[in-house]
């Protein structure tokens, strides 16, 4: 047929079809990504140290051990109800971490919105966000660590830093969603910054920020079980780790994983109801 | 008096756009002006001046006597408490009631607390209702604007200038969005209120027809600078053709204009 007439314009691509997507240099960004992480974890195979660990032994090992955490639990040092108080300690670490985090958050977000702040602040609070966001959260715990000491004040302060960084940039994405008109249109009647952010941003957004806010705290949740371990935070991460590195106690570590691992679970349907209601 | 006056206003965008070129007119109390023009002649750009918006370049704006560029923010405050706008996109606040958002026309005459919590007296509420009725909302009062369709929202719109209370409203492109049938009862109410309350109007059209039907002045704006100031009668078709930069036979509209 005559396709081929006035196709000036249309571009083939490399297979000979004709091009579809649009242009952009992510695709190769992103195979030299995959090349490079490949080429590091293979470098990495082969200069680690193993102490010449007998890899079948160590994997049948590892296996009956796994075997044993998961299929024989059994709760002896300690009964329910402690460990149910921990796991309730472990909670409170996440929860207040998170509600610490959110309040900083919402204030911050409304001098980094681009959309209501003013643009040098916004760049300039946005790069300080996401550099504190960059570091990981169990970093921020160890550095708070050097003045409050290890344990549950440097937990919180960790989690309560890196919640907030991640939340500034969820609560600012929010407000960037908002029709700009809609801001404007309050604006030119008169009302003043304050009240458009509580009559105009927050019905707009809440509901995404609440979405995103409980979707945190589970993440706060878990950091805070395996900050009671590695940080000594208290609650069950701690009871976890004592468990396992001071008693060999495989079994009682199953118990207390399974506890954590039923709280994620209702945690994570709560989160949906949430999410549904607020629509 | 004059209630709005452009004296050789001009606006320049990022150092680079000129917007508005040596613009210069002026509003008397009751009137209803259109302007019309091409996409980008500056035609959003003179709304946003009035109430400074957007900050002139050069010139001076005076709304009711007074020198908006030279306002501080309270004066500035008063000025937009004053004006109502209407817009294309309706920019309401979406997930509210059509009542709150009628009330948000009181938020600028509030002090920023009650403004913040959203409290009402009942006076107000009852203000709020009475316009919703005049507009034929009565029934939406407590829909959610997101259930409303494009005719009900820009009345929606409408009520929130009108509760404001204003002096002026500015349009812009109140129409642009809706079908012929909702076009016309949204003219017909702008020219009501203008009629009835003797509140000034000043709109942005993209239909010349309908600007020759409602106003008793148009305004016709191309690339920043005004070219056509007067009332439709005087409106030729050579002239249209010089707003809109074009040839015969080049534009859609249906305007019967004089020759
Ligand atoms: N915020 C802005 N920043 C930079 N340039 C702008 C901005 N707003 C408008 N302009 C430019 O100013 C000129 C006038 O724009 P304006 O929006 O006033 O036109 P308009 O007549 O309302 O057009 P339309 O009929 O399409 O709405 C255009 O060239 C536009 O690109
Ligand atoms: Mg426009």
């Keep these: 047929m005559d396709m081929a007439i006035q196709l000036t314009g249309i571009e083939k691509s490399r297979n000979g079809k004709i091009r579809v997507r649009a242009k952009s240099k992510s695709n190769t960004a992103i195979k030299l990504l995959i090349f490079v992480l490949l080429a590091i974890s293979v470098i990495a195979l082969l200069t680690f140290d193993y102490k010449d660990i007998d890899l079948g032994k160590a994997i049948a090992d590892t296996f009956a051990n796994i075997k044993t955490v998961f299929l024989a639990p059994k709760l002896s040092r300690g009964t329910l109800a402690d460990i149910l108080y921990q796991l309730l300690v472990t909670f409170c670490l996440g929860a207040l971490s998170t509600v610490f985090g959110m309040i900083l958050a919402f204030f911050c977000s409304l001098l980094c919105a681009q959309n209501i702040a003013d643009k040098r602040i916004a760049n300039v609070v946005k790069s300080i966000v996401a550099f504190v966001r960059a570091v990981p959260t169990v970093l921020w715990v160890l550095i708070f660590a050097i003045s409050a000491g290890l344990g549950s004040v440097a937990a919180v302060l960790g989690l309560t830093f890196h919640s907030f960084a991640y939340l500034t940039k969820v609560y600012a994405e929010a407000i960037e969603e908002i029709d700009s008109g809609t801001i404007e249109a309050l604006r030119a009647s008169g009302a003043g910054f304050w009240q458009i952010i509580t009559q105009a941003i927050l019905p707009s957004s809440l509901s995404y920020m609440v979405a995103w806010t409980f979707m945190r705290f589970e993440i706060n949740f878990t950091n805070a079980v395996a900050m009671g371990a590695a940080a000594g935070a208290g609650g069950i991460g701690f009871n976890l780790f004592m468990a396992g590195s001071f008693y060999f106690d495989l079994r009682e570590m199953g118990a207390l994983t399974y506890i954590v691992v039923i709280a994620v679970v209702l945690l994570e349907m709560l989160s949906t109801k949430i999410k549904s209601k607020a629509k | ?259």
């Design chain 2, 1 to 259: 008096m004059a209630i709005l006056k452009f004296e050789n206003v001009s606006k320049v965008y990022d150092n680079t756009t000129k917007a508005l070129n040596d613009i210069s007119f002026s509003l008397e109390e009751g009137e209803f002006v259109s302007i019309i023009g091409p996409s980008g002649a500056g035609k959003s750009t003179i709304l946003r001046c009035c109430n400074r918006l957007i900050d002139i370049t050069e010139g001076k704006i005076w709304f009711d006597g007074k020198d908006v560029t030279a306002m501080n923010k309270k004066e500035l405050r008063a000025v937009r408490t004053k004006t109502g706008m209407i817009f294309q996109h309706y920019n309401l606040v979406e997930r509210l009631s059509v009542m709150e958002n009628v009330l948000h026309g009181k938020l600028g005459q509030k002090s920023t607390l009650a403004g913040m919590a959203g409290i009402y007296s009942e006076e107000e509420k009852l203000e709020a209702f009475n316009i919703l009725r005049g507009l034929d909302l009565a029934d939406q009062t407590y829909k959610r604007c997101d259930e409303l369709s494009g005719g009900q929202k820009q009345r929606v719109g409408i009520a929130r200038a009108i509760m404001q209370q204003p002096k002026l409203i500015l349009c812009d492109e109140p129409i642009a969005s809706l079908d012929p049938k909702s076009s016309k009862v949204i003219m017909d109410h702008l020219s009501n209120i203008n009629k009835r309350d003797n509140i000034t109007c000043l709109v942005n059209l993209h239909q010349v027809d309908v600007a020759m039907k409602y106003s008793k002045r148009i305004i016709g704006v191309t690339g920043g600078r005004i070219v056509f100031d007067g009332p439709p009668e005087k409106l030729d078709i050579k002239t249209v053709h010089k707003i809109y930069q074009s040839n015969d036979s080049d534009l859609i509209t249906d305007v019967k204009v004089g020759a």
